[in-house]
């Protein structure tokens, strides 16, 4: 590790990995931080290994490096791509479905091919704007070390670095459920009696042996047809501190345990077994910046087109309650592609930094969207190249040119906005309406 880069990214989850490549692949010398032992966040280390959407009504509205990495794990992995013509499917069926063990090895590659330097196993210390550079303190196994960065890149998902440096973050007062993601096997479906399972779980619910959100409020029959998977709500979790992580961990493994010990008391469920989980509870919102612009609920679902908008998003309105009662699926309209502006990637007051990921800059429901792996795969792409940008000039990251940093993505293989035109609506396909699998 150097004392100096031109770029140093915290944060290797679905931003921060292709902003690191992406900054490192224009000429800037880059550090990219991940306090985890494997990049891809939410997609690896999380389990949600279902990153999506990179299309729209039939069109490829996502590309570039994420989808370069997710293309290839999929192909290494021998699974296959769902058809994304079928735009009338609910959304879930056009999820891409990888290997974490196979993707974050991949991630590792594309990172140190591009040039880029990994340091897996820290955090951010601290983080200070001196007027000329960033000062940053990096949390090591050997201590703080002092590191000095002409652009710094917030992909940490709560807007940690931000929050070191002093500037506003908002939180919600009623924040989404988290879920830990488990896989349940050791019994055959068709031999069991789901409706008396059922009557067994409203009676655990009574006696609060069960919480009434720890099947998200699914009907036993679909979460054991799932065999788990994201089917569990963790609620009253936040993540914007390690205190408030602590507790969502324990709160996740502690529902874990309460569901493995009801269903082995289930006739026909006694062997059971966790086939896999996550090491990490999967927080859906903590923080988020105070940026330059605020995408809201009625700019995403309307396909605000905005004039600096850097990405493509594309995903329903997803709110989890926040009390785990079910989920809020709201589809977009036939046509509809919301784009994600520069000002939301840019904290107020702040010089040279750059924001990606669930953390920018909008309101709970917009967020609920946008914050899945490839819009933040987009997201991030785009804020490598502002600060290879940003370092390279020493402009600040809302001052920048952007016909030169939207000509740095598509090299780079980004579809940005205004280059995907949705074609009227075939005849032949119907939207089938949208249920939670």
């Given at each position: 590790?150097?004392?100096r ?7 290797g ?33 999380a ?19 994420g ?19 079928r ?40 983080a200070r ?45 009623r ?16 031999g ?20 009434a ?59 059971v077994?966790v ?57 977009l ?9 520069r ?27 946008y ?30 040119p ?36």
């Amino acid at each position: 590790m150097r004392s100096r880069y031109d770029v140093v990214v915290f944060g290797g989850g679905t931003a921060g990995t292709p902003a690191a490549i992406q900054a490192a692949r224009l000429g800037a010398s880059t550090l990219l931080v991940e306090k985890n032992g494997a990049l891809g966040g939410t997609t690896t280390v999380a389990g949600v290994a279902l990153p999506g959407l990179f299309h729209a009504w039939g069109q490829q509205i996502i590309a570039g490096i994420g989808w370069d990495v997710v293309l290839r794990s999929v192909r290494e992995a021998g699974l296959e791509l769902p058809d994304f013509t079928r735009w009338d499917l609910p959304h879930w069926l056009l999820q891409v479905r990888v290997v974490p063990a196979v993707l974050a090895a991949l991630l590792d590659d594309a990172v140190l091919a591009s040039g880029a330097d990994l340091l897996l196993h820290a955090m951010a210390a601290n983080a200070r704007w001196d007027g000329r550079s960033w000062r940053l303190g990096i949390a090591t196994k050997e201590g703080v070390r002092e590191v000095e960065a002409g652009c710094v890149v917030d992909c940490t998902g709560d807007a940690d670095v931000v929050g070191l440096a002093g500037l506003p973050r908002r939180t919600n007062a009623r924040r989404q459920p988290g879920t830990i993601m488990v896989r349940f096997g050791g019994y055959d479906l068709a031999g069991l009696d789901v409706d008396a399972i059922q009557r067994a779980h409203d009676a655990a619910v009574a006696r609060g042996e069960l919480h009434a959100a720890d099947l998200a409020h699914n009907p036993v029959g679909k979460f054991l047809r799932n065999r788990g998977e994201n089917a569990i709500h963790v609620t009253g979790i936040q993540g914007g501190t390690s205190e408030d992580r602590t507790a969502a961990e324990v709160a996740g493994r502690r529902t874990l345990l309460r569901i493995l010990r009801f269903l082995r008391r289930q006739p026909g469920l006694e062997r059971v077994t966790v086939d896999a989980w996550a090491t990490e509870t999967g927080i859906r919102e903590a923080c988020t910046i105070d940026g330059h612009a605020t995408v809201t609920a009625r700019d995403y679902t309307s396909g605000r087109q905005w004039p600096d908008a850097v990405s493509y998003s594309f995903y329903p309105i997803d709110v989890h309650r926040p009390d785990g009662d079910g989920i809020d699926i709201r589809p977009l309209p036939y046509g509809t592609l919301p784009t994600i502006p520069r000002g939301a990637l840019v904290p107020r007051g702040s010089h040279r930094m750059v924001v990606a990921g669930r953390a920018i800059s909008g309101d709970q429901e917009a967020a609920s969207a946008y914050r899945v792996q490839a819009s933040s795969m987009a997201m991030g792409q785009a804020a490598g190249a502002l600060a290879a940008r940003c370092a390279a000039t020493g402009t600040d990251v809302v001052d920048l040119p952007l016909d030169d940093v939207r000509r740095d993505l598509r090299a780079h293989g980004a579809i940005l906005p205004g280059d995907v035109v949705v074609p009227p609506p075939s005849t032949t396909h119907r939207p089938v309406p949208e249920e939670i699998p």
